[in-house]
Nanobody
């Protein structure tokens, strides 16, 4: 059984930083794509950042230059470093894994999902 467990969310002031982590177990797809998504109640889930099995990355325009996605294949952990946070970054953040090599910001391309971690940025 594949499980993804996020952590690292919380309250932060605008301009601050947070580092989200996602520990993956039961998944042998280190060469497969993974991603971070976020969702605000009433809105569609939005792709934030994605990393391919080869380490290639893709970012949403709204976070480019501020967020960095990375992964540790030894410890089966996905990270999202978030700097210069803005109130509009407030959302529930989810990590996800797919069964294909390439990265994607489209949620329908992902098979496995975590439960989410809340990020709240105050102005």
């Amino acid at each position: 059984q594949v499980t993804l467990v996020e952590s690292g969310g919380g309250p932060v002031q605008a301009g601050g930083s947070l580092r989200l982590s996602c520990v993956v177990s039961g998944y042998t797809g280190q060469r497969f794509g993974m991603g971070w998504f976020r969702q605000v109640p009433g809105n569609k889930r939005e792709g934030v950042a994605s990393i391919s099995g080869h380490g290639g990355t893709t970012y949403a325009q709204s976070v480019k230059g501020r967020f960095t996605i990375s992964k540790d294949n030894v410890n089966n952990t996905l990270y999202l470093q978030m700097n210069s946070l803005k109130p509009e970054d407030t959302a529930m953040y989810y990590c996800a894994a797919r069964d294909y090599t390439w990265q994607s910001l489209e949620e329908t391309n992902y098979v496995y999902w975590g439960q989410g971690t809340q990020v709240t940025v105050s102005s």
